[in-house]
């Protein structure tokens, strides 16, 4: 079946670092992959998406690459805020429109 | 409007009531989500609606029922609930899904807290 693995946390970080949270997939097919924020006590927000190979999704200052040959769709951004920090979800969508999510990874941005 | 909405934003019953959780949108979006969060984990689904018809449940006790009255409005009704069914309730919505849902991203609601005494 399919699988989303990313990488645990937390992950803490000084502002202005370079984040990268690692995300692998296993899947039938070329399904289109999702990163998701989630703030405290809020809901998810779509952060950026990606429908085939070589895809770059962006938003925020954040990216992520489709990368079929590794299977992975790793989270970027050059220069975090404290604001950025936040639980982080890599996810898939299969045929039936289930969204796959991985475990979550929590970041943490000090001043 | 490009948002989904969701109230009550908090709610306590016990586990002789009979609550219902409410979820709207307003972007033309033909299918509709309920997902049930648990604390430090990932959303797990519930239920998929596709044109007002319910397509997917995953196996959800009868205790939770949903509801789709309208193409713009999604309820979740709740009856004899567990303590364990405490949890973030959260709704999503994503465009027409006659291409296949897989296709189109999903848009979330700010949830409702659910806790059951």
């Known amino acids: 079946g399919n699988s989303v693995t990313q990488m645990e946390g937390p992950v803490t970080l000084s502002e202005e670092a370079f984040l990268t949270i690692n995300c692998t997939y296993t899947a039938t097919g070329y399904p289109s992959l999702f990163w998701y924020v989630q703030y405290p006590g809020e809901g998810l927000q779509l952060l950026l998406k990606a429908t085939k190979a070589d895809d770059k999704g962006s938003n925020k200052g954040f990216e992520a690459t489709y990368r079929k040959e590794t299977t992975s769709f790793h989270l970027e951004k050059g220069s975090v805020q404290v604001s950025d920090s936040a639980v982080y979800f890599c996810a898939l969508i299969d045929s039936w429109g289930k969204l796959q999510f991985g475990a979550g990874t929590q970041v943490v941005v000090t001043p | 409007d490009t948002e989904v909405t969701q109230t009550p934003k908090h709610l306590v019953m016990g586990m002789t009531n009979k609550k219902s959780l409410k979820c709207e949108q307003h972007?033309?979006?033909?299918?509709m989500y309920w997902y049930k969060q648990k604390a430090k984990k990932p959303p797990e689904l519930m239920f998929v609606y596709s044109y007002e018809k319910l397509s997917i449940n995953e196996s959800v006790p009868s205790r939770f029922s949903p509801e789709c009255p309208n193409s713009s409005l999604l309820n979740l009704h709740l009856h004899a609930l567990q303590p364990e069914d405490s949890a973030l309730y959260l709704c999503?919505?994503?465009?027409?899904?006659?291409?296949?849902?897989?296709?189109?991203?999903?848009?979330f609601g700010p949830g409702t807290r659910l806790t059951v005494l």
């Open positions: 972007m033309g979006h033909r299918a």
């Open positions: 999503a919505s994503s465009q027409d899904p006659s291409g296949g849902l897989s296709y189109n991203e999903q848009f």
